[in-house]
T-cell receptor, first 113, second 114 residues
Framework: AQSVTQLDSQVPVFEEAPVELRCNYS??????LFWYVQYPNQGLQLLLK??????LVKGINGFEAEFNKSQTSFHLRKPSVHISDTAEYFC???????????FGTGTRLKVLA | DVKVTQSSRYLVKRTGEKVFLECVQD?????MFWYRQDPGLGLRLIYF???????EKGDIPEGYSVSREKKERFSLILESASTNQTSMYLC?????????????FGDGTRLSIL
């Protein structure tokens, strides 16, 4: 069975500071990994995805994530956050042979002025 | 621009009512999903459909049913609404057999059952 863990439910950070949002997964099959962002009262938008190949994946809005197979992690990073990055971020995993996307419980990023 | 449209952003219903949530996608996607989103619980899959008239139960199907009569439309039905079904409901779609492809989400329906 697959699972996703986002240990940090909330992350406050000052504007222009770097941020890392953590995601760990477990799976017995090859995985595809995704990060989504949800702004207030909206649906989820794709930030980036890892399918295969380079372990460093770049996404929209200056975000990037690194796939680490040995640590089963897919942490999201941004070197300098803006107020507009305040949102909830979800890590998700899918895999070959399964129709499901498994989501983490989300991390609320609050960027402070 | 590709789009998943949910018919209502906010909905208020009474206990015992039959409630319909509608979702339409314009991407010709075969897969469609209904999720429920609650604080601290993330997204939980209610039902999934991979083709017209085909459906699979997700993790929390109790109290819900679905209908997919046309490829572009996927409806979630609360047969007899209860207060514990107050939640945010998200519809999503994706290409068939392509679980390396991301899902596309609607803006959600915030449902309150009084």
């Amino acid at each position: 069975a697959q699972s996703v863990t986002q240990l940090d439910s909330q992350v406050p950070v000052f504007e222009e500071a770097p941020v890392e949002l953590r995601c760990n997964y477990s799976s017995s099959v090859s995985v595809y990994l995704f990060w989504y962002v949800q702004y207030p009262n909206q649906g989820l938008q794709l930030l980036l995805k890892y399918l295969s190949g380079s372990t460093l994946v770049k996404g929209i809005n200056g975000f990037e994530a690194e796939f680490n197979k040995s640590q089963t992690s897919f942490h999201l990073r941004k070197p300098s956050v803006h107020i507009s990055d305040t949102a909830e971020y979800f890590c998700a995993v899918s895999g070959s042979g399964t129709y499901k996307y498994i989501f983490g419980t989300g991390t609320r990023l609050k960027v402070l002025a | 621009d590709v789009k998943v449209t949910q018919s209502s952003r906010y909905l208020v219903k009474r206990t015992g009512e039959k409630v319909f949530l509608e979702c339409v996608q314009d991407m010709d996607h075969e897969n469609m999903f209904w999720y429920r989103q609650d604080p601290g619980l993330g997204l939980r899959l209610i039902y999934f459909s991979y083709d017209v008239k085909m459906k699979e139960k997700g993790d929390i199907p109790e109290g819900y049913s679905v209908s997919r009569e046309k490829k572009e439309r996927f409806s979630l039905i609360l047969e007899s609404a209860s207060t514990n079904q107050t939640s945010m409901y998200l519809c999503a779609s994706s290409s068939i057999g392509r679980f390396d492809q991301p899902q596309h989400f609607g803006d959600g329906t915030r449902l309150s059952i009084l």
